[in-house]
């Protein structure tokens, strides 16, 4: 399995930003798909999961702000992120939940 994000980037604080993850080697329409991220000295964690069915969660700091979607067809997860903040700042990472890969980031910049 293999899991490519892109679309990270600087943006001021109150941007927006849409991150992509593409996946290969996998059935993707069968996946729980997951955005993490991490800050510099932080641990890794949850941003936001899209379930077979669709059905979504997010970590309380996004609530509102993020909106995680999926295309079955393109096997890709998205991530679009608005109002972003100066705490937003971080490696973003996709995650498929049944090989538990993880893509290689992609670095998100909100300055303020």
């Known amino acids: 399995v293999q899991l490519v994000e892109s679309g990270g980037g600087l943006v001021q604080a109150g941007g927006s930003l849409k991150l992509s993850c593409a996946a290969s080697?996998?059935?993707?329409?069968?996946?729980?798909m997951s955005w993490y991220r991490q800050a510099p000295g932080k641990q890794r964690e949850l941003v936001a999961r899209?379930?077979?069915?669709?059905?979504?969660n997010y970590a309380d700091s996004v609530k509102g702000r993020f909106t995680i979607s999926r295309d079955n067809a393109k096997k890709t997860v998205y991530l679009q992120m608005s109002s972003l903040k100066p705490e937003d700042t971080a490696v973003y990472y996709c995650?498929?939940?049944?090989?538990?890969?993880w893509g290689q980031g992609t670095q998100v910049t909100v300055s303020s």
């Open positions: 995650n498929e939940n049944i090989s538990g890969a």
């Open positions: 899209i379930a077979i069915g669709g059905s979504t």
């Open positions: 080697g996998t059935i993707f329409s069968w996946n729980t």
